[in-house]
């Protein structure tokens, strides 16, 4: 896969040089270039911005040098083109990921969806964001995908671009050095993952839980599930309505109820009178 980012911050995006991404750049799998998109600007004070139309507080990144640095960017070719690419020249156009409070929600699903492209473009805006007609210019040479990392107000796109790169970059095939944690998690079935423990058993009085000592896999397997389903309904009870009950065990549909949840049509429905009696 080939990355580029365009960002007036270059220098935000060093982290992407280290630990497991930079592992899958030196290891070929993975082509990252990051543009300065003041590179791009033909005026001696290289401006980015200027004031919005309509009025308004702060400024708006203009135009031009956007569509300078997406078309240089956009008419490179990947070091390595892939041998059906190469041979049948039908590239498929990249996609363009802007990140924006605005956008689309970005979720593993998206990571999931993107990690399967050849190429992908991130523009990163300032300021209050980049003039629209950008955006609408440029799905004339890609795929146009405006994302939000989540609900919070960031001050560009810098960082959500680090989010997005690494969650991308680690489903790559050979990128994770053990694919069964891919594995694992493909199987998550939407839950919160259980809570780990390691060496030593007894820290400061605090006691590893004994059934993870008893070497019995069944029962340790239906007590990290239970564990998922206390913490879940504790932290993100939004996740156990979407959580398929249907073939749940006698075991499980018990843990739910003590929780406060009676399994309705195969899905989690919330009891109107619990929690007066429990946390
Ligand atoms: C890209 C500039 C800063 C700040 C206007 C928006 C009131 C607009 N999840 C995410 N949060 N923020 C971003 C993000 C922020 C960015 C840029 C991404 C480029 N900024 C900026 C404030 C506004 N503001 C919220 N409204 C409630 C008006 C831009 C992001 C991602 N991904």
Not at 103 to 109: I, S, V
Request: aromatic fraction near 6%; include cysteine.
């Amino acid at each position: 896969m080939r990355i580029d980012v365009v960002s007036i911050f270059p220098e935000y995006l060093a982290p992407l040089e280290l630990s497991l991404i930079g592992k899958a750049r030196q290891d070929g799998l993975l082509e990252l270039n990051v543009h300065d998109l003041r590179d791009f600007t033909t005026d001696r004070h290289r401006t980015v911005d200027d004031t919005p139309y309509g009025g308004g507080a702060g400024m708006v990144m203009k135009p031009e040098p956007w569509a300078q640095a997406l078309a240089a960017v956009a008419a490179a070719r990947p070091e390595a083109a892939s041998a059906e690419t190469e041979a049948s020249e039908a590239a498929a156009r990249p996609v363009l990921i802007v990140p924006s409070p605005a956008g689309e929600r970005f979720t593993q699903a998206t990571a999931h969806e993107l990690a399967e492209e050849d190429r992908l473009v991130f523009a990163c805006g300032r300021y209050e964001g980049i003039d629209e007609r950008v955006m609408e210019w440029a799905a004339g040479h890609f795929t146009v995908r405006p994302m939000s990392l989540g609900d919070y107000v960031l001050n560009g796109g810098e960082v959500a671009v680090l989010a997005m790169v690494e969650a991308i970059g680690r489903l790559l095939p050979g990128v994770v050095g053990n694919p069964e944690s891919l594995v694992e998690e493909s199987h998550s079935d939407g839950l919160l993952e259980y809570p780990v423990y390691t060496k030593p058993s007894s820290w400061r009085d605090r006691e590893v839980p004994a059934v993870l000592l008893s070497g019995n896999h069944g029962k340790i397997a239906q007590w990290r599930r239970h564990q998922q389903y206390r913490r879940t309904a504790e932290r993100r009870p939004d996740l156990l309505t979407e959580f398929d009950a249907a073939k749940l065990p006698r075991a499980d549909r018990t843990a739910f109820s003590d929780l406060g949840y009676d399994v309705v049509d195969g899905h989690l429905r919330r009891r109107p009178d619990a929690g007066a009696e429990q946390s």
